[in-house]
């Protein structure tokens, strides 16, 4: 912390927030599961600036800034992601009319792609989330032509190589098969951002998709949320999201070899980069 800023009593700061009343917070303080700048404090007069010192309690980062909101869309099909779009086609102002605050989608999904979509005024964790170089995993089900076989879906995990680059799955397994081999429905995990590039992969291996949802973004799942919904993140999604960014930030302080990682978040993204497009 800054030592010229005389700061805020850190068991204020916490009940500010909503970790916990005044008194809840000095017992998470007195039995140590408060850290500050990742050093831990038991010491009650301890204080603190809310805008720069980063805070955790039980490994889960605090936010202090009450005016930072997160939200989760289920995009449909149809829809651009963009808050306005030139040539008129629907875009996201339709499911951002109820929230007061200005705020921006987290990467791309494709018109013809559905699912979880990040929508944030926090553009610090945006930039984390959406960089490549930060490697957030996105699972999607895709429901793809033909009959996709165990050997094609091992060839996807091995790895292939693309007119960009080589590529593979983190993960993946079949889930069902059409009748008569028509279609496969298959669950497909990978960190990369690269456009459109789990269509590209399927393409590649001879089984183009028909559909395609994303399912989770890091450690957030769409669950239930409808079609075309908006909801609030929960205290735990965003704290989840959060140390993820935490642990993002800390990985590009740390490394020093090379083309850093806080070289790349520090650099804007490009288009390509910046959509996670599928």
Same mark, same amino acid.
């Not at 204020?12 to 970790?19: E, R």
């Not at 939200?71 to 996201?92: I, W």
């Not at 450690?219 to 409808?226: A, C, D, K, M, V």
């Given at each position: 912390m800054d030592e010229s800023v005389e700061g805020v009593r850190l068991? $204020? @700061?916490?009940?500010?927030?909503?970790?916990? /009343?005044?008194?809840?917070? =000095?017992?998470?303080?007195i039995d140590g599961k408060v850290r500050v700048n990742g050093k831990r404090v038991t010491e009650l007069g301890t204080r603190i600036d809310p805008e720069r010192d980063k805070v955790s309690v039980n490994g889960t980062p605090v936010q202090f800034d009450q005016s930072r909101q997160y939200?989760?869309?289920?995009?449909? #099909?149809?829809?651009?992601? +963009?808050? *306005?779009?030139?040539?008129?086609?629907?875009?996201?102002?339709?499911? +951002?009319? *109820? !929230?007061e605050s200005r705020v921006y989608n987290v990467g791309r999904l494709d018109g013809d792609t559905s699912g979880l979509l990040i929508l944030t005024n926090d553009g610090e964790l945006a930039h984390v989330l959406a960089h490549?170089?930060?490697?957030? +995993? $996105? #699972?999607?089900? @895709? $429901?793809?032509?033909?009959?996709?076989?165990?050997? +094609?879906? $091992? =060839?996807?995990l091995d790895g292939i190589h693309l007119e960009d680059g080589f590529i593979k799955a983190?993960?993946?397994? !079949?889930?069902?098969? @059409? @009748?008569?081999? %028509? /279609?496969? !429905?298959?669950?497909?995990?990978?960190?990369?951002?690269?456009? %459109? !590039?789990?269509? %590209?992969m399927f393409d590649h291996v001879g089984h183009p998709v028909e559909s395609l949802v994303r399912r /989770?973004?890091?450690?957030?799942?769409?669950?239930?949320?409808?079609?075309?919904d908006v909801r609030e993140l929960s205290a735990q999604e965003l704290g989840k999201l959060l140390k993820l960014g935490r642990r993002a930030e800390n990985a590009a302080t740390k490394t020093t070899d090379g083309a850093t990682a806080e070289g790349a978040a520090s650099s804007q993204p490009t288009a390509s980069e910046e959509g996670t497009n599928e």
């Open positions: 068991q $204020k @700061a916490l009940a500010n927030a909503g970790v916990a /009343s005044r008194r809840a917070s =000095e017992n998470l303080i939200f989760m869309l289920n995009k449909p #099909t149809g829809v651009v992601c +963009t808050m *306005h779009d030139d040539a008129g086609r629907p875009d996201l102002r339709q499911f +951002t009319k *109820h !929230i490549p170089s930060f490697g957030v +995993t $996105k #699972t999607y089900v @895709a $429901k793809v032509r033909g009959k996709l076989s165990p050997g +094609t879906m $091992k =060839e996807l983190d993960s993946g397994h !079949i889930v069902d098969r @059409a @009748a008569g081999g %028509r /279609s496969t !429905i298959v669950e497909i995990t990978l960190h990369s951002g690269r456009n %459109r !590039i789990v269509r %590209r /989770s973004f890091g450690p957030l799942q769409l669950g239930t949320l409808r079609s075309g």
